[in-house]
């Protein structure tokens, strides 16, 4: 299973599924950022403004996925906002086909706490103004994110740990259906 924590900057997500990633052996968190970065590196003579922007890190991640995954024989928890639709679906059906189970969980807190975590992130400040201009993308791309995840958590008023609760007990409940199968 690949347990994918959407949302955009300042709502949770590195910090659940790390959190998540911790409670049990089974998990592991995959990085899809490091196949951007790879492809940032490499085409740096094709400059794009987002490196989801590029085809090839929406048809690479999913093998990097799958390969990981196999290779470790652990489920995924992958954090990374994917707000663009189309992206989204060429990622999940390109997983599908490798045989991978999406359990895509959103997690999402009030525009201004949202903008509080990003102003106060001192590991990546030069990042800020960036995060901050896609919060506008976020909020065009929250209806599909909604009506399409698993699992919406709003964590606005959770600590990290609740948010991490709510997200394993639907992973621990989506591995008891799978055996029960």
Do not use: C
Not at 24 to 49: I, K, M, Q, S
Not at 110 to 120: G, K, L, N, T
Request: charged share 30%.
């Amino acid at each position: 299973m690949i347990v994918w924590v959407n949302g955009t900057f300042g709502a949770g997500k590195t910090t659940t599924g790390t959190l998540l990633a911790e409670r049990d052996d089974r998990l592991r968190v995959f990085d899809p950022e490091w196949v951007g970065y790879l492809l940032a590196n490499n085409l740096a003579d094709h400059p794009v403004t987002d490196f989801q922007h590029y085809e090839s890190w929406r048809r690479l991640v999913p093998i990097v996925a799958d390969e990981v995954a196999r290779f470790t024989g652990q489920s995924l928890v992958a954090i990374q906002a994917v707000l663009d639709e189309e992206y989204w679906d060429e990622i999940t059906d390109a997983l599908a086909a490798l045989g991978h189970e999406v359990l895509h969980v959103l997690v999402e807190s009030d525009e201004s706490v949202m903008r509080e975590r990003i102003v106060a992130d001192e590991v990546e400040q030069g990042a800020r103004q960036w995060r901050l201009e896609h919060l506008a993308t976020y909020a065009r791309a929250r209806e599909w994110m909604r009506a399409r995840a698993d699992l919406v958590v709003d964590a606005t008023d959770l600590a990290p740990e609740e948010t991490a609760d709510r997200v394993w007990v639907h992973v621990a409940e989506r591995w008891a259906s799978a055996a029960g199968r």
